[in-house]
């Protein structure tokens, strides 16, 4: 990991800010668009102790010092990013949520497990959300509504992913962000895998500059999370 270029603290704040965001829109169209159709929640001790379990820790990321965060309270207000995309998601049920976000020198890495009733809704939710022609133009505009006039997107698309679970699908966002004055190309992927009852994103942020490093770790980092899902 030690490989990743250092930033300045500028970019590495910029950088925190794009995987906020990025982790909001995902989870919004993934985990409940429509506030009058949003997913019912019945958390329970065996479905959080399986969102938990996958994760990331501390000790996934390596030996490298200089590395902050750990869990993180999930968002699940599900606010819809986009009026024209709203996935059903009442007759989904969620069992289990658990988030941690990691970071250091301008690299971050923000993982999020849920669990949901059954595998057939699992299915349900990824066909009406990941596969769904709408997402990528609601991940273009919620981030456009979010940066402003300081970061212009240069592309949001999807990129090939090894099938590595039943479900696996990857996105990829590249935004010029300008700030003090200087512009730096940074790229936000979004991988997102499910198998079982379990559904998880891994959102990494680094400089563009970072992507054939970065790469390998992200596909490393989610084949991990996999062998750890319990439901």
Not at 75 to 83: A, E, H, K, Q, V
Not at 98 to 126: I, N, R
Request: one cysteine or more.
């Amino acid at each position: 990991m030690n490989r990743v270029p250092r930033r300045p603290s500028t970019v590495l704040a910029v950088s925190a800010l794009t995987t906020l965001l990025l982790t909001g829109v995902v989870a919004a169209t993934k985990a409940g668009a429509a506030v009058a159709d949003k997913e019912k929640i019945h958390l329970t001790p065996a479905g959080q102790a399986a969102a938990r379990a996958a994760v990331l820790t501390r000790a996934d990321l390596g030996s490298a010092t200089g590395w902050s965060g750990g869990a993180k309270k999930p968002d699940l207000s599900g606010t819809p990013p986009c009026p024209n995309f709203d996935p059903k998601q009442s007759d989904l049920t969620l069992n289990g949520v658990a988030q941690t976000v990691y970071t250091h020198a301008g690299l971050q890495f923000d993982s999020e497990a849920q669990v949901l009733q059954t595998p057939h809704m699992v299915k349900l939710d990824w066909q009406r959300s990941v596969l769904s022609p709408q997402l990528l133009p609601c991940l273009r505009t919620g981030l456009a509504q979010a940066v402003g006039p300081s970061a212009k997107i240069v592309s949001v698309q999807r990129v090939a992913f090894p099938q590595l679970a039943p479900y696996a699908a990857a996105f990829r966002v590249v935004m010029d962000i300008t700030a003090s004055s200087s512009t730096l190309r940074v790229m936000s992927d979004i991988v997102v895998v499910g198998r079982g009852r379990t559904e998880i994103t891994l959102t990494t942020t680094a400089p563009f500059a970072a992507r054939a490093t970065v790469w390998p770790v992200e596909i490393r980092l989610a084949r991990l999370l996999l062998t750890r899902v319990r439901a």
